[in-house]
């Protein structure tokens, strides 16, 4: 895709519990009430050849894959996610809301794993090119509250929760940093308040940055 859509394209990102999938029906709902087509997906998946190989990655033990392994098949489930739901989606004009995208990337298998930035980078650009969020949400809380919060409702999802706590450490420092490189697209929320200050507060964010 070479021309940008007529649609926006809004990420939201942060650790394990983080709230984001609560945070997106709601912003859905309130984006809808303003006349906008919009579609939720989430990665990894968001498409059926993605949704595939999410299971590959979620489940099961976490030394089943190395870091660049990690990289390569998030890639790879991005790529799919983008061809088959939301580069078409954007091209009719709909809104796309993504439960994580690259920066998740960056953070877990970068920060988290050690795999080098350049390495992602060039990653990045193979698989998804120049296209970029318009928007990215990051909501932020201390991992042992997201941890918890997340223990309680995942079945077999469990491979990124079970590595140790000094990996969620590094994962909420990086996302913090890439939201510090990159202010004009991203906007970090302070997601330990209630609900729905929260939703006001993406709300306000989205009016501002996109005039939705
Ligand atoms: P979810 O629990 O938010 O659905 O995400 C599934 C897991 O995948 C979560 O622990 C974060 C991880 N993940 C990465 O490590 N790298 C990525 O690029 C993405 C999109 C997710």
Redesign the pocket.
Known sequence: MTERAAGRFITLEGG?GAG?STQIARLRAWLERRAHRVITT????GSPGAEMI?KL??EGPVERWDGTT?ALL?FAA?REHLRSTVWPALERGDWVVS????D??L???GY?HGIEPAILEQLYKVAVGDFQPDLTIILDLPIETGLKR?AERRGA?T???NLPLEFHARVREGFLEIAKRAPKRCVVIDATGDVEAITRRIADVVTDRLGA
């Open positions: 394990e984001k989430r990665e990894p998946g999410r990655l979620v990690e998030h991005r439960d994580r995208f690259a998740s990337t953070a877990y298998q988290g997340a999802e491979r990124y929760e």
